[in-house]
Every structure is written in C-alpha cells, then in structure tokens.
C-alpha cells in the first residue's frame, strides 16, 4: 500500500523556522517525483505548489518561497524535506506532499492531477 506521512508541522513565530517530512512507503522512492503543495482550511482557494523535486535531483519553487524553501531528498529513509525558513503569516496553510512515479514536465508540476499519491497534510500556522 502506498503511503505518504507529512510531519514537521506546527506553531512558530514569524521569521522562524520549520521543517516539514514527507516519509514514503510502499513504493520504489527513488523513482517519483514528490511535490509539496499547501491549502488554506476553511477556504475555496486552490492547493498552490510550494516545491518539487525529480528523481534526477532537479528542484522547482514557487514564485512565494522561493529563497526561503528548500527540498531535499533522502534515498535511505525514503524521505523529502521541506526546510522552511524566514516564515511568514501568509505561510500559513495545511502543507501536503504528493508522489508521481515519473518526473514531470515544467509545465504539470503544480498540477494537482498530476499526483498520484497525497499525504494527509500537516498544517503550519505562523504567527505575527
């Protein structure tokens, strides 16, 4: 069965730090695509990419993290991390990981439908 487990979530004041977990299971790891997207609860608005990264390594952000978020991958533990810094109110949002077994082209990677595996979503709420 294919699993994805999001941690890392929590409370922390603007300009913190927090790092998010995606751990797989059930799959061959090193050969998806993992992307993070997040959603404001409560609201109609769309899951917006927040990162991706390859089975080659290559690496994507959105234009609102970008500098500030950093994706990585660990092969062993079957793990992407989401490392997030200098945070911001608006970085508020239940944060989901999602899993394709194939890299994507430039243009789907913060397509929804893309995905073939999501998470249960950790949610990281910064204070002002």
């Known amino acids: 069965e294919v699993q994805l487990v999001e941690s890392g979530g929590g409370l922390v004041q603007a300009g913190g730090s927090l790092r998010l977990s995606c751990a797989a299971s059930?799959?061959?790891?090193?050969?998806?695509?993992i992307g993070w997207f997040r959603q404001v609860p409560g609201t109609v608005t769309e899951r917006e990419g927040v990162?991706?990264?390859?089975?080659?390594?290559?690496?994507y952000y959105g234009d609102s993290v970008r500098g500030r978020f950093t994706i990585t991958s660990d092969n062993a533990r079957n793990t992407v991390y989401l490392q997030m810094n200098s945070l911001k109110p608006e970085d508020t949002a239940v944060y989901y990981c999602?899993?394709?077994?194939?890299?994507?082209?430039?243009?789907?990677?913060?397509?929804?439908?893309?995905?073939?595996?999501w998470g249960q979503g950790t949610q990281v709420t910064v204070s002002s």
């Open positions: 990162s991706y990264i390859s089975s080659d390594g290559s690496t």
């Open positions: 999602a899993a394709v077994p194939r890299p994507l082209l430039l243009l789907m990677i913060w397509v929804r439908s893309s995905y073939a595996y």
């Open positions: 059930g799959f061959t790891f090193e050969s998806y695509a």
